[in-house]
């Protein structure tokens, strides 16, 4: 399902235009550099994956979780502080 979503997205995404300038929507230079920083970083997170015992992938899990829900707190708080100061001018 994952699969068939992103090859229906990609042909609505290849047929549409940038809102403002006079070219595609997606970047094709910046997926070609993207591309294999992202193949390297899958190869060496199974390669990672294989040698690891389960203790310190589950400890990395979770202090990944941690950090991006520490951050996504942050940032949720700052935004509806903000908010709150526009609602009241």
């Given at each position: 399902?994952?699969?068939?979503?992103?090859?229906?997205?990609?042909?609505?995404?290849?047929?549409?235009?940038?809102?403002?300038?006079?070219?595609?929507?997606?970047?094709?230079?910046?997926?070609?550099?993207?591309?294999?920083?992202?193949?390297?970083?899958?190869?060496?997170?199974?390669?990672?994956?294989?040698?690891?015992?389960?203790?310190?992938?589950?400890?990395?899990?979770?202090?990944s979780?941690?950090?991006?829900?520490?951050?996504?707190?942050?940032?949720?708080?700052?935004?509806?502080?903000?908010e709150?100061?526009?609602?009241?001018?």
């Amino acid at each position: 399902t994952i699969f068939g979503g992103a090859i229906s997205n990609n042909y609505f995404n290849v047929q549409r235009k940038h809102p403002t300038a006079n070219r595609p929507l997606i970047d094709y230079n910046t997926c070609m550099m993207l591309e294999p920083v992202l193949l390297l970083g899958t190869i060496l997170g199974v390669f990672f994956n294989a040698v690891s015992p389960g203790w310190l992938i589950t400890s990395l899990l979770v202090l990944s979780l941690t950090w991006t829900t520490y951050r996504t707190t942050i940032k949720a708080r700052e935004t509806y502080i903000k908010e709150e100061a526009d609602a009241k001018e």
